[in-house]
């Protein structure tokens, strides 16, 4: 049998504690697990002790979680409990895990139960914020069998490309990104060009860029309600962009894997401002439903994110990270401070182009110039 945690989640999960969340002796740890999990969870607890942290793990049961929603009890889960209140006012770092497992059942719940659910959430940040913890978002959450079906791809494979990702070096990550973020903060225009046929402006907003090299650092005036949470793995730099000015065509190719919907081989096109058409290879009748529930803005691009970090290459839920990556946001994007609030939110990637800001090339074939 082979041994878990692994040696691969043991070094991730070092990487992480060490250099990410530098997680210090004396310092109140909580880790929020599944079922599915619980490997890297059981690595992360360890990494916290060695460095002398305290940990408290907190273990979300799978089975017990549908049995709650087969009682319909879903206003019950989105509350939460006194105890988990009170960790959470006491942590300094916080580590998440998504859930649950059973995916395929997941997306079959009605959109009003899963309000009730989630219902949680904005207080959560709420508290977050006040109490001054910082930490992350697992994304090996995702990593799931109902997943690795609907996406084609070998679970342990993903798995691993995860976990390797986490062994980049953050300061590598922040190099790069403030060599983009240089760029993006004093220029006006953007143009992303591939040899695809893709042929893109857009005009920046003005903002100063988000480097998310995934050292996790308590929230800040300025930073989005989510702040104190990085991704792991991450390395991106994303800005607001000027919604009138984007004009061409951009052609995906790579897919586009939100929650648990998805599409591939998107194009969108943009005139004057404005998404003037779509299409998409796979997902587009599901594009298509949500596109039309979307309010005032939702055919505005409004989020440039461009990827940094080397260890990744085509792995889902991790594309937008792809160094050289372009993801090319439409609708809201209060989270990077820009004032599109439309309630539809979605992207295509392309892997591979060169980007120029005010016709200076600073990403050309995946490489940060």
């Not at 997943?147 to 300061?171: G, H, I, K, N, Y």
């Not at 996790?216 to 300025?222: D, I, L, N, Q, S």
């Not at 080397?310 to 990077?336: K, M, S, Y």
Request: with cysteine; charged share 25%; proline share 4%.
């Amino acid at each position: 049998m082979p041994e878990l945690p692994s040696t691969l989640h043991r070094d991730a999960a070092r990487n992480l504690v060490t250099k990410y969340l530098k997680v210090r002796a004396g310092e109140n740890a909580v880790v929020e697990s599944w079922d599915h999990t619980r490997s890297m969870a059981s690595a992360l607890v360890d990494e916290v002790r060695r460095a002398g942290g305290e940990v408290l793990l907190i273990h979300n049961d799978e089975d017990a979680w549908w049995r709650a929603i087969d009682r319909k009890q879903s206003k019950l889960l989105g509350r939460s409990s006194g105890p988990e209140w009170a960790a959470l006012q006491a942590a300094d770092v916080f580590v998440h895990f998504w859930g649950p497992a059973d995916t395929d059942r997941l997306e079959k719940i009605p959109d009003r139960t899963g309000d009730e659910i989630f219902d949680w959430i904005p207080h959560w940040y709420e508290v977050a914020r006040k109490s001054g913890l910082r930490g992350g978002r697992m994304t090996t959450g995702f990593v799931t069998d109902g997943r690795a079906r609907q996406w084609s791809v070998d679970r342990a494979q993903w798995e691993e490309s995860m976990l390797r990702a986490c062994l980049v070096d953050p300061e590598e990550l922040a190099q790069s990104g403030a060599r983009l973020g240089k760029a993006l903060s004093r220029g006006k225009q953007v143009r992303i060009t591939h040899s695809n046929g893709t042929d893109l402006e857009v005009g920046l907003a003005g903002k100063a860029p988000f480097v998310r090299d995934g050292r996790a650092r308590p929230w800040a005036k300025g930073s989005s309600a989510s702040g104190m949470l990085e991704n792991f793995p991450t390395g991106l730099v994303e800005v607001a962009l000027d919604s009138r000015t984007a004009t061409g065509v951009i052609h995906a190719n790579r897919r586009t894997n939100i929650w648990w919907t998805w599409d591939a081989g998107g194009t969108l096109e943009f005139a004057d401002g404005k998404l003037t058409s779509y299409s998409f290879e796979e997902g587009e009748e599901e594009f298509t439903r949500q596109y039309k529930l979307g309010t005032s803005g939702k055919d505005r691009a409004s989020t440039l994110k461009i990827g940094l970090n080397p260890a990744v290459e085509d792995v889902p839920n991790l594309e937008f990270v792809e160094r050289g990556c372009t993801c090319l946001v439409l609708g809201r994007n209060t989270h990077v401070l820009g004032s599109n609030r439309s309630n539809f939110m979605s992207w295509v990637m392309l892997a591979g182009a060169e980007i120029a800001v005010d016709g200076t090339p600073v990403v050309r074939a995946g490489q940060i110039l």
